[in-house]
C-alpha cells in the first residue's frame, strides 16, 4: 500500500500562528469578528488533533504515512 499523504504539521502550526499573533491583533476585543477568528483557531486545533489521532491508527495498523509540504509533493522513485 502506498502511503497515505496528510498535510505537514507546519501549516497548522503557520496557520495557528498568523491568526493568533497577527489576525487577533488586529481586531478590536469587542468586535464579532474577533469571536469567528477564535473559532477558526479552534477548528484548526481540533484538526491537527484528529491528524494526529490518525497518524497513530495507522502507525499501530503498519500504515506508511507521507507528510506533504504542497499539492505538487511527489514521491520520488527509490526515495
Given at each position: 500500500?502506498?502511503?497515505?499523504p496528510l498535510p505537514s504539521h507546519v501549516?497548522?502550526?503557520?496557520?495557528l500562528q498568523l491568526l493568533e499573533q497577527?489576525?487577533?491583533?488586529?481586531?478590536?476585543?469587542?468586535?464579532?469578528?474577533?469571536?469567528?477568528?477564535?473559532?477558526?483557531?479552534?477548528?484548526?486545533?481540533?484538526?491537527?488533533?484528529?491528524?494526529?489521532?490518525?497518524?497513530?491508527?495507522?502507525?499501530?495498523?503498519?500504515?506508511?504515512?507521507?507528510?506533504?509540504?504542497?499539492?505538487?509533493?511527489?514521491?520520488m522513485p527509490g526515495a
Amino acid at each position: 500500500m502506498k502511503p497515505i499523504p496528510l498535510p505537514s504539521h507546519v501549516h497548522y502550526e503557520a496557520l495557528l500562528q498568523l491568526l493568533e499573533q497577527q489576525t487577533l491583533h488586529a481586531l478590536d476585543h469587542s468586535s464579532p469578528q474577533r469571536g469567528q477568528v477564535l473559532e477558526i483557531i479552534i477548528t484548526l486545533r481540533k484538526g491537527m488533533a484528529l491528524q494526529k489521532r490518525l497518524e497513530e491508527a495507522c502507525d499501530r495498523e503498519h500504515i506508511a504515512v507521507e507528510h506533504r509540504w504542497s499539492l505538487n509533493d511527489q514521491v520520488m522513485p527509490g526515495a
